[in-house]
Antibody, heavy 121, light 107 residues
Framework: QVQLVQSGSELKKPGASVKVSCKASGYTFTSYHMNWVRQAPGQGLEWMGRTKPNTGKSTYAQGFTGRFVFSLDTSASTAYLQISSLKAEDTAVYFC??????????????WGQGTLVTVSS | DVQMTQSPSSLSASVGDRVTIACRASQTINIYLNWYLQKPGKAPQLLIYAASSLQSGVPSRFSGSGSGTDFTLTISSLQPEDFATYYCQQTFSTPITFGQGTRVEIK
């Protein structure tokens, strides 16, 4: 069965970096885009961007350029989100979610369980 | 960017009620509209894609309609497990954007 399993919660100090992983199983990793979605405490869902595993190309939403980097290890069917120079406002749950590259509707049919990143001194 | 506006922001309903949630896009998005349900502390779950197509495994009490700028999610008979927050999402253009959410609470 399809699964996206994310790494565990992180507590970081301002200025540090964090790398969140999302390991996929149960499907052909390169056939689906991998999206990243942020949810700040008590807030709604915000799309950060996505990576197309078949090309390695990433698209970033405005506000998620510079300090945010998506990467892939296709041999391990794993996607990564790295955030550098962490700020208190980066405190949020980060979700990975796949969408089928061959569909025009880009619906996110499977999601990771979420990774809570807390930035505090 | 396409702005998505949901209404209401919250509602109270009873088990068995028919519930309707609206979602409006700031520009036409054809049928590139998806609906998700999120329970506290959990990841969102896809309910409806392409405005009206029911995702596999989702109960038939959920339905979606609309095209262009105005869309609706309907729950025909609210069940206890449906009390959650619902989000619409447009995928017509990037950046992909979500509505602010509609919280469905027990009356």
């Amino acid at each position: 069965q399809v699964q996206l399993v994310q790494s565990g919660s992180e507590l970081k100090k301002p200025g540090a970096s964090v790398k969140v992983s999302c390991k996929a199983s149960g499907y052909t990793f390169t056939s689906y885009h991998m999206n990243w979605v942020r949810q700040a405490p008590g807030q709604g869902l915000e799309w950060m961007g996505r990576t197309k595993p078949n090309t390695g190309k990433s698209t970033y939403a405005q506000g998620f350029t510079g300090r945010f980097v998506f990467s892939l290890d296709t041999s391990a069917s794993t996607a990564y989100l790295q955030i550098s120079s962490l700020k208190a406002e980066d405190t949020a749950v980060y979700f990975c979610a796949r969408d089928y590259g061959g569909s025009p509707y880009d619906d996110f049919d499977f999601w990771g369980q979420g990774t809570l990143v807390t930035v505090s001194s | 960017d396409v702005q998505m506006t949901q209404s209401p922001s919250s509602l109270s309903a009873s088990v068995g009620d028919r519930v309707t949630i609206a979602c409006r896009a700031s520009q036409t998005i054809n049928i590139y509209l998806n609906w998700y349900l999120q329970k506290p502390g959990k990841a969102p779950q896809l309910l409806i894609y392409a405005a009206s197509s029911l995702q596999s495994g989702v109960p038939s009490r959920f339905s979606g309609s609309g095209s262009g700028t105005d869309f609706t999610l309907t729950i025909s008979s609210l069940q206890p497990e449906d009390f959650a927050t619902y989000y619409c999402q447009q995928t017509f253009s990037t950046p992909i954007t979500f509505g602010q959410g509609t919280r469905v609470e027990i009356k």
